[in-house]
């Protein structure tokens, strides 16, 4: 069983940072995608960036810029730096683990206020 937990979600205002947290725990498997989406009422779930196992990044056209996904060593912690933020970023904020099977968080909630 793989587990994923994230943190460091809060309340911030228009145009200030912050960043999230995913550490995976539980059984050693092979991970090669990870990647944060997020899902704000009434809206699709939305991703918003990858990282691949060789650290190939990609970003959704609206966070592009301001956000900044990366792995920790040894890969264990995922992380999603977020700068410039904007009310329209306001969403839970998820991790995904995927390689044979997919791994999903609970979410860590994100609201900017303008």
């Known amino acids: 069983q793989v587990h994923l937990m994230e943190s460091g979600g809060g309340l911030v205002q228009a145009g200030g940072s912050l960043t999230l947290s995913c550490k995976r725990t539980?059984?050693?498997?092979?991970?090669?995608?990870m990647a944060w989406y997020r899902r704000t009422p009434g809206k699709e779930r939305e991703l918003v960036a990858t990282?691949?196992?060789?650290?190939?990044?990609t970003y959704a056209d609206s966070v592009k810029g301001r956000f900044t996904i990366s792995r920790g060593s040894p890969g264990n912690t995922l992380y999603l730096k977020m700068n410039s933020l904007k009310p329209e970023d306001t969403a839970v904020y998820y991790c995904?683990?995927?390689?044979?099977?997919?791994?999903w968080g609970q979410g860590t909630q994100v609201t900017v206020s303008s």
């Open positions: 995904r683990a995927a390689g044979g099977l997919e791994y």
């Open positions: 990282i691949s196992s060789v650290g190939d990044t």
């Open positions: 539980g059984v050693a498997v092979r991970i090669n995608t």
